[in-house]
Nanobody, 122 residues
């Protein structure tokens, strides 16, 4: 298990950008695949992006491909989600998660942050 703390959410106009950060509590961070998910109230958690160890691969949901970029800095135990061209439909809480392997399934991620809210106004 690793403790994860997200930050960077907020209110932005449509077409704007935000960068989310997620800091892990342990140096073993580098051993984990890191993912971002989002979940609106009353809906299932939705995969957004995942990055492998050493950043050697990344995978995105079709809904964010070309707009969002996931990256990691193992020296800082931090994973980022750069979100550009934001749309009102991107409004929801965003969660980072630590998992193992090349996966986008929420069930394969064992550690989760508390979430950060992103609100995109039209």
């Amino acid at each position: 298990q690793v403790q994860l703390v997200e930050s960077g959410g907020g209110l932005v106009q449509a077409g704007g950008s935000l960068r989310l950060s997620c800091v892990a509590s342990r140096d073993t961070f580098r051993w984990y695949s890191m993912g971002w998910f989002r979940q609106a109230r009353g809906k299932e958690r939705e995969f957004v992006a995942v990055i492998g160890t050493r950043g050697d691969w990344a995978y995105y949901a079709d809904s964010v491909k070309g707009r969002f970029t996931i990256s990691r800095d193992d020296a800082k135990n931090t994973v980022y989600l750069q979100m550009n061209s934001l749309k009102p439909g991107d409004t929801t809480a965003y969660y980072c998660a630590a998992g193992r392997g090349m996966t986008s399934a929420a069930a394969d991620f064992g550690s989760w942050g508390q979430g950060t809210q992103v609100t995109v106004s039209s």
